[in-house]
C-alpha cells in the first residue's frame, strides 16, 4: 500500500534521508523506530506531500504522492493539533471540511469518529477541559474524520499515564479490525513489540533492520540477556567470553547475550572466582535487538558495545 524506494533528502550538506526504502502493506501496522534525529519526522512530511524529496520513489496505493492522494492519508502529529477553547465536535468539524466533507456526511463522520474514539459523550466539551489522554484520542480522531487508507501515528502515547496508553492501544488494535494500515513512530519500545507487525529501524535516514519482531531477532546472537553487578568487570568479561558470551553495555549495565538456554546455576558456575552482587536474566526484548542494530558502528571501552 506504501512503497518508499531509494528515498533521498538533504538539507544543505546534511544528509537526512539516505537511499530509504520501506514498505507497508494494506491493513499492517508498520512501526517506524529511531532515535531523535534519524529522519523520521521527515519521513512522514514526504509520505504526505508537504516536502519533497530530492530523488526516490514513493507511492501509495500505486499512486505517486501528489496533493490528490493527501486524502488517503491521515496523520496525528506528535504535538495535538487541536483549539482549546473549542468542543471535541467544533474541532473535528472543522477539519472534517478542511477535508471536504459537506453538511450531512460530514455531521455524521463526526459524530461516528467521535464514537470511535470514545468521546462521544464529550461532544460539546472544550477541549481543554478534556484530559490529556482524551485530547490524545481527538488528535487521532482528526487523523480519522477523512476516513483515510493510512493513518500515521507520530508518537501516540508520549507523555500519557499508562491507562490513557491502553486506551489508545485498544484504539490502534480496533483501527486495524478495520482494515486501516498504520504507520506508527514511537520511542517505546514495548509499545512497538504490543502493536507492530512489522517494525523498521531507522538510522541516519536508512533502515538497518526490518521485519517482524521474530525476522528481527536475527539481528541479536542471544536467546536470553544477563546482567550482573560485580567489582571485577575485567574478570567477568574475560570469563564470559570463553563461554561465549558476547558482553554489552546498556547504560551503565554490564549485560551479556547468552547465545543458548541455561539454568541460572549454570550461568553463575561460568563467573567462578568473580564477586557477583547481584544477577537478573531475562528474555531478548526489542530494546536488546534495537540496540545491537543501532549501535553496532559504537565501539566502548573494554571492547565492550
Ligand atoms: N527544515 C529543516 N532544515 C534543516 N534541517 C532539518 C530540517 N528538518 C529536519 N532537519 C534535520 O533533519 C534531521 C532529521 O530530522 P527529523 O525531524 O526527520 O528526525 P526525527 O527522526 O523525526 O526526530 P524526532 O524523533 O526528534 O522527531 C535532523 O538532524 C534535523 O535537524
New binding site residues.
Given amino acids: 500500500m506504501l512503497k518508499i524506494k531509494n528515498l533521498n533528502k538533504s538539507?544543505?550538506a546534511?544528509k537526512?534521508l539516505n537511499n530509504l526504502n520501506l514498505n507497508i502493506d494494506t491493513g499492517q501496522i508498520y512501526g517506524l523506530l529511531?532515535?531523535?534525529?534519524?529522519?523520521?519526522?521527515?519521513?512522514i512530511n514526504i509520505i504526505c506531500n508537504l516536502i519533497q524529496a530530492d530523488s526516490g520513489y514513493i507511492s501509495i496505493h500505486n499512486q505517486p504522492i501528489t496533493d490528490d492522494t493527501k486524502a488517503l492519508i491521515g496523520i496525528a502529529p506528535?504535538e495535538n493539533l487541536l483549539y482549546k477553547t473549542l468542543s471535541c465536535e467544533e474541532n473535528l468539524t472543522f477539519f472534517a471540511q478542511i477535508y471536504g466533507l459537506r453538511a450531512r456526511t460530514c455531521r455524521e463522520q463526526v459524530l461516528k469518529t467521535l464514537a470511535d474514539v470514545k468521546l462521544f459523550d464529550r461532544a460539546k466539551s472544550p477541549v481543554e477541559t478534556l484530559s490529556g489522554g482524551m485530547q490524545r484520542r481527538l488528535n487521532m480522531a482528526v487523523a480519522l474524520v477523512h476516513q483515510p487508507k493510512l493513518v500515521i501515528l507520530d508518537e501516540p502515547t508520549t507523555g500519557l499515564d499508562i491507562e490513557a496508553r491502553y486506551e489508545i492501544w485498544e484504539l490502534i488494535k480496533q483501527l486495524k479490525n478495520q482494515g486501516i494500515t498504520i504507520l506508527l513512530t514511537t520511542?517505546l519500545l514495548d509499545e512497538a513489540e504490543r502493536l507492530c507487525d512489522k517494525i523498521g529501524i531507522?538510522k541516519n535516514g536508512q533502515i538497518l533492520a526490518e521485519g517482524n519482531l521474530e525476522q528481527l531477532r536475527q539481528y541479536i546472537p542471544a536467546d536470553e540477556v544477563v546482567t550482573i553487578k560485580t567489582p571485577n568487570e575485567e574478570k567477568a568479561i574475560a570469563l564470559a567470553q570463553e563461554y561465549g558470551f558476547t558482553p554489552r553495555r546498556y547504560g551503565s549495565d554490564l549485560t551479556f547475550l547468552i547465545p543458548e538456554a541455561l539454568e541460572l546455576k549454570e550461568i553463575i558456575a561460568r563467573f567462578e572466582g568473580v564477586d557477583i552482587d547481584s544477577i537478573s536474566r531475562q528474555p531478548v526484548r526489542l530494546e536488546h535487538i534495537y540496540l545491537e542494530v543501532t549501535q553496532q558502528d559504537s565501539v566502548k571501552s573494554n571492547n565492550v558495545r
Wanted: net charge positive; no cysteine; proline share 0%.
Fill in positions: 538539507y544543505g546534511r537526512v529511531g532515535a531523535n534525529g534519524a529522519g523520521k519526522t521527515t519521513t506528535q520511542h531507522l
